[in-house]
């Protein structure tokens, strides 16, 4: 028995045993006990996690595969989980415990699990994975490259990013059309910002959807007062910045007095 592929659902199974032993190789399994493998299809990167002195939990939307699972992996038993990932709740699940996050993800969904991880970063302290080559390479990327934007902000604001190593499309049945690109986030030891992190977010997504703009135009629905806006850093673009000037511009915006809401 096996599993036929479901294009809506993102299925490319790996088919290169020693990429899913690397890919599980890649978590540190220090500080946590959970893991938790988002997608776990026939279970090719599963059993490596099992081999790992931690707990697995596997989270799968496809009944097909969940079936598979069932009969294939009896000791996993009741931490097989037929759910959609980005409904679940992780903290009232895992009871607040904390998790690692691994998987080769379904590209359809890959930027979302991205955010859900950040919106859980309180109770995942490492997260690694495979995504589309394009993807991996946003989330890794500094400033200064064309494609560091809100996801790359977003994600280094709360973790320390790592892109490990590129998979071509031939070690997958049936083959994604592009490259896919496996990295690794660790959560940043001080994690909390010092700034309304909702704020923060409207901050990086408004200057990033207008790209080409010095901040000082991308930013005009803040109404940030004349002398703020002499700061140098409004002459910049946000392409230009780094996280932390991120950071630092969202204090002086929300310290300015007169923010918007
Ligand atoms: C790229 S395949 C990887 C399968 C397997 N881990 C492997 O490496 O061969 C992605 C897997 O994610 C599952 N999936 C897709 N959307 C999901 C969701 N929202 N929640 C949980 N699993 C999902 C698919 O059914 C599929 O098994």
New binding site residues.
Partial sequence: MTVRA?KH??????KDEAI?AKIADSLSFEGYRNVLE?????G??TKYLLKKDIIVWV????SE?IEYLKTHYLHLSDRIIN????KMDLATYFKGDPLAII????YN?SSQIVFKAIEYRDYIPEFSGMFQKEVAQRITAGPGSKIYGILSVLTQAFFEVEYLFTVPPNVFNPPPRVDSGVIKLVRKKNHTLPVDVPFFFRVVKTAFNQRRKTLRNSLKSFQISDKLKEDVIFALRPEQLSVDQFIKLTKSIAEDGIRDH
């Fill in positions: 479901k659902l993102g299925q490319h199974f790996l899913a988002i997608g776990p299809g026939m090719v990167l989270v799968e939307i496809d595969s759910a959609d990932f980005l998987g080769n993800f379904p969904i």
